[in-house]
């Protein structure tokens, strides 16, 4: 990840848990607060930002980098979102395997 964009991403999880916090924000109905626990990196345009909520328990959202509008966005995945990634893996492999061929053919 380049410093740029790592220092991007660490200012926008600071963001993203301000925006959280806001205990007017829909469906905080705690008034909890957020703060950024740890960012994992896993590669040049994804991550895992741990947030510790003020009731003690963790979070976690997905960031990526969409180098075309030069921005980090978010989500939350959920278990089933999880899942549904384990198998894309696989599909994606594959059509990688496939893919790679085609770099040869006339």
């Known amino acids: 990840m380049t410093k740029t ?6 200012s926008f999880a600071s963001e993203v848990a301000v925006n959280y916090s806001n205990p007017e924000r829909e469906y905080n109905y705690s008034s909890e607060t957020f703060e950024v626990s740890k960012i994992v990196p896993h590669s040049d345009q994804t991550a895992t930002v741990i947030f510790k909520k003020s009731s003690g328990k963790f979070c976690a959202a997905f960031f990526y980098f969409i180098p075309a509008k030069d921005q980090w966005r978010y989500w ?6 999880i899942v549904g990634m384990d198998g894309f893996k696989g599909i994606k492999e594959e059509i990688e395997k496939v893919n790679f061929g085609k770099n040869f053919e006339n």
């Open 5 to 10: 964009n790592a220092q991007k991403l660490k």
């Open 76 to 81: 939350f995945p959920t278990d089933s979102h």
